[in-house]
């Protein structure tokens, strides 16, 4: 009986080790995304040659991140893991939410889809490792969202020729214009 009720503690212990490296990898993870994510940004905006957009994205990312940092000293949050009351908002989904927002607003869902995903695993990973709440992320999302709707422009393609392509119930339509 004693052997059994040992061996399910340790088992216990065990998963609880499991566990504490699961939320490790994830955190890690999330923050090299919050990272990588305005990076690609840039990335895709030198690939494009689009210069303006580098500068929406520096001034978007500063704002976001700049006044996540401000509220942050403002407000007085305390973190869940009880660190510190620096919990709102969260700074590192703020990096993240800035490149996803900004990808999203200039050069449409194409782009900004995909990075919306990664920008909510960094806010999923920020509070599994219970350094803020679904709210501290949520605000800093938010903030990132009003600074590339405020700063950031659609980009104009060189030619000016757009296509679209629209689901219809029969097929599709194919729409082509020309900007003068």
């Known amino acids: ?4 009720v040992l061996a ?13 490296k699961e939320n490790k990898t994830i955190t890690t993870a999330g923050t090299g995304i ?13 690939y494009k040659q689009d210069w303006t ?3 929406e994205l520096a001034a978007t990312t500063i704002g976001t991140v700049g006044t ?3 509220l942050k000293q403002i407000v007085r949050s305390r973190r869940p893991d009880g660190r510190d009351y620096k919990s709102f908002p969260s700074d590192t989904t703020a990096l993240a939410a800035s490149g996803s927002s900004f990808l999203f607003r ?15 695993f960094v806010s999923y990973s920020r509070v599994q490792a219970n350094k803020h709440r679904w ?9 990132a969202l009003g ?11 060189r030619y000016n020729v757009y296509s679209e392509l629209e689901p219809a119930p029969d097929g599709a339509m194919l729409h082509l214009s020309y900007r003068f």
């Open 1 to 4: 009986m004693r052997f059994a």
């Open 8 to 20: 399910a503690v340790l088992l216990c212990l065990g998963d609880q080790g499991a566990a504490a």
């Open 34 to 46: 919050a990272i990588a994510l305005p990076v690609i940004a840039a990335g895709i905006t030198a």
């Open 53 to 55: 957009g580098t500068a």
């Open 68 to 70: 996540a940092f401000a």
């Open 106 to 120: 200039r050069y449409g869902w194409q782009y900004g889809l995909p990075a919306f995903a990664a920008s909510q």
């Open 135 to 143: 709210y501290d992320t949520l605000a800093s999302s938010a903030l």
């Open 147 to 157: 600074y590339a709707s405020l700063l950031t422009t659609r980009f104009q393609k």
